[in-house]
């Protein structure tokens, strides 16, 4: 390579990129600052920026968008890694961890999870994440005006969903459910909670490499599954229709145009539904329904914090991130669940997010999202793995084919997913 | 990659014959060194990852493993239905997208109309895929009281509102993706017809019609055999080259439940390796890759000519020729009203509110701007179009040089070795990216610019400049002797001879920036699989809204209008340059 040629293409090159740190304003500073990879967006993204506003050196963070594997594959290769990164998933944390890409991290003594969630982040004994922020995935939204009465347990939701979904076909009133199906993790949320319900114990075994998926758990919760989702007009304008529905789009059916009465989702599901409101009437939630009334299975999913190895004040950064206060400015603002317990409930801005709060404190019930933990492509994306698995079920029972059957296809796919991802028998 | 790049294909295919005799230039000399910077970034950036990737496919972490790979990626179930239907969007769309645009440029010809009727087809061509790709998604949303089609295929077949056809379904996604590809393509064909069908000397069909030939003699003898026979296979391998980019339209239009009905080989390769190349993915992608370099070599083979073609001295003024029949100019007035109900579509819902365009039809409210108010008075857009911006800038900006100072050395080659690299250009220009993106990455991992803008810049320069370098080697190639002359003589130095050739080639110059800035403005795989941190290009941009389409569609409408703009300004200006620059070897 001629120098000469060589210096013109990198004077270009790195006009190029000079124009972009000019353009991309806010992320440049004048002494380096710590460097965050966030998944996060939009209005996330500002709230994080908020939160690590208060810390004591300045801190850059950049929004990976949602394939933030690839995104620090790719930085890794070109050993431009950042210094904190935070995933969504725990199998990431240890996948990297294995890698030796991650330095261990210690949280501050402030820090407390619920069981079961620390040993989600470690890998040869040691801990290479720590939890920032939580979801509690257990959780059905329905206008109170649409649904006085919530159902208390699962014979009850399939009995107040025939009756609808009766009402429903005879005179064009809501749906009982609505579901958004072409997201595929809206399908492995509705089956990881049916899962803790029905099978606890064997819930946690199904995310080993030595999982079962033929055996009677998983064959268990999706029969459960079948008999609700097969109810003739259960759903907004069919399955067919269900499986081209967004979740965003369901949460629309039920507050603004009101085609259907329930939907299971996160607790984020509030700010989606936001902008959508009509009339004063915000919609409210109650417990995922298990076989007996009251309690009921508990999933909750979240973001880990990690820091890279011989990254510059990543681990003090990570560390001051677990701080009971340092994620004040976001619990203000709302649309935030710490994982924290040292977290005051007082600190939580309303009513519903401190009964979350709450709930996710009590021992014993906690599951963590089971997808989340899946190992390689069987993790599910869109058409891949564990979420195209549940569509193909979702299809199946909502087209008339008989539960044995449909439950022998999905139960074979799992299988054969697992064993090509390195894990299952 | 856009479709509007392979615009010039056309006189690229024309340029792997014989040789041509007579060069006025000299012999390659010490400016042989010239193009040192566009061998390097083509052996670093486009051979070199091939060869990884081959070598990939056969390996499993440096262990020879013979075809396993391929045997286990081949015999992956869905593999089959996935080969057949990237079998079929390369058969059926280009003659879908061939007939039609023979059809409408010969329906738009002579007539007054015609060129508004060729305008509104060429609007589409401009655009990004992906905003295609969101144009068609809300023409075919699932719900009657929002998606236009949905609703008319309603009424057509009489069903109820909660049985309506769905467009989206598993069923028809591929005919709906389909349909979006031969409304963006179509432009494009009858741009290249009409340069043929203007190129038929009328004196051909006066000499047929003497002889006592009737309408079919003069179609057969004086139009098609002369010159459309090749001018539709051209077309027909173009469309068929392009349709291995149907991915930004799978990305965009298709919800996550019927991507397996949709899925064609360019997706299944992202799904199984994504930003590596390993093993299965490896393998998918060298077949991928056989197939689509071995289409363009066989067409441009078939389609050879003499290099450069034989000089048509400029035919006189054409006399006048009555206008097509009435019948022909409806059909192209019925295709220019049907190829505007999408753009429609697009303006029409970006002119609602969040609330408005998620939950009615934008026929059933009143319009408003709310959606660009929120856009232009955000900063996340104008940071967005700003760093597009000062991208596809300096990467056409950097493509132009690195492929003028390729082309002046090349352009003296002649015979065997003009013909090959002809070739070795034609192959590097058609590479998908996504077969070759792991060893990319390792590749800006040593100059330590993965992930990063300028290691996003790198890639579209390389992936640009074999393109580029065709274009302006035939168009100095194809320059008159005297031309020349004049400038080895007037020029003291290689470069004043350059930039005095470069002079007589605007167009050429023209159309080479315009497709290339255009291309990255449009560009969605090259952004997603080496995103840069801090900004992101327009087409991931745009991508990762679709992500909650419904509850996002004003503003996802508005800014796809928005980002719009520009391309369709650029190609529609300069739509003149960009035939007289890219078809200049078969038609000037």
């Known amino acids: 390579m001629r120098p000469a040629i060589r210096a013109s293409r990198r004077t270009l090159l790195r006009a190029a990129a000079v124009g972009a740190t000019a353009l991309a304003a806010g992320c440049s500073g004048g002494s380096r600052s710590v460097q965050v990879a966030v998944v996060w967006s939009t ?5 994080f920026r908020e939160v690590v506003a208060g810390y004591p050196a300045p801190v850059q963070v950049v929004s990976a968008g949602n394939d933030i594997d690839a995104f620090l594959r790719a930085r890794h290769l070109a050993g431009t890694s950042p210094d904190v990164a935070i995933l969504p998933r725990p199998g990431l944390v240890t996948e990297y961890a294995q890698r030796g890409w991650l330095s261990p991290v210690r949280p501050s003594t402030g820090y407390a999870v619920p069981a079961g969630l620390s040993e989600l982040l470690t890998a040869e004994g040691q801990r290479y994440g720590v939890w920032v922020k939580a979801a509690h995935k257990s959780l059905v939204w329905h206008l109170p005006s649409m649904l006085p009465v919530p159902p208390a347990n699962w014979d009850e939701l399939v009995r107040r969903t025939r009756e609808l979904g009766a009402l429903a076909r005879r005179d064009g009133g809501p749906a009982p459910l609505a579901i958004g199906a072409a997201d595929g993790w809206v399908l492995t949320d509705w089956f990881e909670n049916v899962l803790a319900d029905v099978a606890p114990e064997s819930y946690n075994a199904l995310a080993r490499a030595d999982a079962d998926w033929q055996g009677s758990a998983v064959r268990e919760a999706l029969d459960r599954l079948a ?19 967004q979740y965003e789009e369901s949460v629309i059916q039920v507050v603004h145009t009101r085609r259907a009465v329930m939907l299971v989702g996160a607790d984020f599901t509030a700010d989606v539904a936001d902008p959508f409101q009509r009339g004063p009437q915000a919609p409210v939630t109650f417990r995922f329904p298990g076989a007996s009334s009251g309690g009921g299975p ?3 999913g979240g973001d880990a914090a990690v820091a890279f190895a011989d990254a510059r004040g990543g681990v003090e950064l990570v560390e001051w991130l677990t701080r009971a206060d340092s994620f004040q400015p976001w619990l203000r603002s709302g649309g935030y669940l710490s994982p924290n317990t040292n977290v005051t409930i007082d600190s939580y801005r309303d009513r519903v997010a401190q009964r979350l709060a709450e709930e996710m404190r009590t021992p014993g019930t906690l599951r963590f999202d089971l997808s989340d933990q899946l190992p390689g492509p069987f993790t599910g994306s869109d058409g891949v793995g564990i979420w195209r698995i549940m569509q193909g079920f979702f299809a199946d029972v909502t087209d008339g084919v008989r539960a044995g059957e449909a439950i022998r296809r999905a139960t074979g796919l799992l299988a054969a997913a697992a064993r090509n991802a390195g894990g299952g028998r | 990659m856009s479709e509007v790049r392979v615009l010039g294909e056309l006189a690229v295919l024309d340029d792997v014959g014989p040789a041509r005799r007579g060069r006025a230039y000299p012999a390659a000399g010490a400016t042989s060194a010239l193009l040192l910077p566009a061998a390097v970034l083509l052996g670093g950036l486009v051979l070199w990852p091939v060869l990884r990737t081959m070598h990939a ?6 262990r020879w493993v013979g075809a396993a790979h ?17 079998v079929l969007w390369a058969l059926l769309v280009p003659a879908v997208v061939t007939a039609l645009g023979y059809l409408l440029a010969a329906a738009s010809r002579r007539s007054q109309e015609g060129g508004l009727v060729r305008l509104i087809l060429l609007v589409p061509v401009a655009l990004p895929l992906v905003v295609t790709g969101v144009t068609f998604r809300l023409m075919y949303d699932p719900d009657p009281s929002r998606g236009l089609a949905t609703l008319v295929a309603t009424r057509l077949t009489g069903r109820s509102v909660e049985d309506a056809p769905q467009l989206l379904g598993p069923g028809m996604v591929t005919v709906a993706l389909m349909s979006a590809f031969v409304w963006a393509w179509v432009g494009l064909a009858v741009l290249v017809f009409r340069s043929a069908l203007d190129a038929v000397p009328p004196s051909l069909a006066d000499a047929v019609r003497a002889y006592g030939g009737g309408r079919r003699h003069v179609l057969w003898d004086a139009q098609w055999r002369p010159l459309l026979l090749r001018t539709t296979a051209v077309v027909f391998a173009l469309v068929a080259v392009g349709t291995s980019r149907t991915f930004d339209l799978i990305l965009v239009m298709t919800p996550g439940s019927v991507r397996d009905e949709a899925s064609v080989l360019a997706l299944r390769i992202w799904q199984t390796s994504g930003g590596t190349t390993t093993g299965d993915g490896a393998a998918l992608g060298v077949v991928w890759l056989v197939a689509v370099i071995g289409g363009i070599m066989v067409a441009a083979l078939f389609v050879r000519q003499a290099w450069p073609p034989p000089r048509v001295e400029a035919a006189p003024e054409p006399a006048p020729v009555a206008p097509p029949r009435r019948v022909f100019r409806l059909l192209a007035a019925g295709a220019a009203v049907a190829w505007l109900v999408p753009l429609a579509v697009l303006v029409a819902t970006s002119a609602h509110g969040r609330v408005d365009a998620a939950a009615r039809g ?6 408003n701007a709310e959606s660009y108010h929120d856009l232009v008075t955000g900063t996340e857009l104008w940071r967005t179009l700003g760093f597009t911006l000062v991208l596809a800038t ?11 100072l390729a082309a002046y050395p090349l352009a003296w080659l002649t015979g065997p070795a003009a013909q090959a690299t002809g070739l070795l250009l034609l192959a590097a220009s058609v590479v998908p990216i996504q077969v070759i993106a792991g060893p990319v990455n390792e590749v800006l991992g040593l100059v330590l610019s993965s992930g990063t803008a300028q290691g996003l810049a790198l890639v579209h320069i390389a992936l640009g400049v074999p393109f580029a370098v065709l274009v302006l080697r035939n168009a100095f190639a194809d320059l008159p002797v005297e031309q020349v002359r004049d400038a080895r003589l007037g020029g003291r130095r290689w470069w004043h001879t350059l930039r005095r050739l470069a002079r007589h080639n605007l167009s050429a110059v023209v159309a080479v920036s315009v497709l290339e800035f255009v291309q990255v403005w449009n560009d969605l795989v090259v952004g997603r699989l080496f995103s840069a941190s801090g900004a992101s290009p327009l087409g991931p941009f745009l991508a990762e809204q679709t992500r909650s389409f419904v509850s996002n569609s004003g503003a996802l409408a508005a800014s796809s209008v928005l980002a719009s703009v520009l391309p369709v300004v650029l190609v529609v200006l300069s739509r003149r340059h960009l035939v007289a620059g890219l078809v200049s070897g078969g038609v000037r």
Do not use: K, N, Q, Y
């Open chain 1, 43 to 47: 209005s996330e993204l500002d709230r």
């Open chain 1, 227 to 245: 008999g609700l989702w097969s109810i003739d007009g259960a759903f907004v304008g069919g399955g067919r229709r269900a499986l081209l529905t």
């Open chain 1, 298 to 300: 508990l999933i909750v």
């Open chain 2, 57 to 62: 496919s056969v390996t499993t972490d440096g």
């Open chain 2, 70 to 86: 391929f045997r286990t990626a081949l015999a992956a179930p869905g593999t089959g239905a996935v080969v057949g239907r990237t």
């Open chain 2, 362 to 367: 934008w026929w059933s409210a009143p319009p």
């Open chain 2, 394 to 404: 300096a990467v056409t900006a950097t493509v132009l040089v690195v492929a003028l």
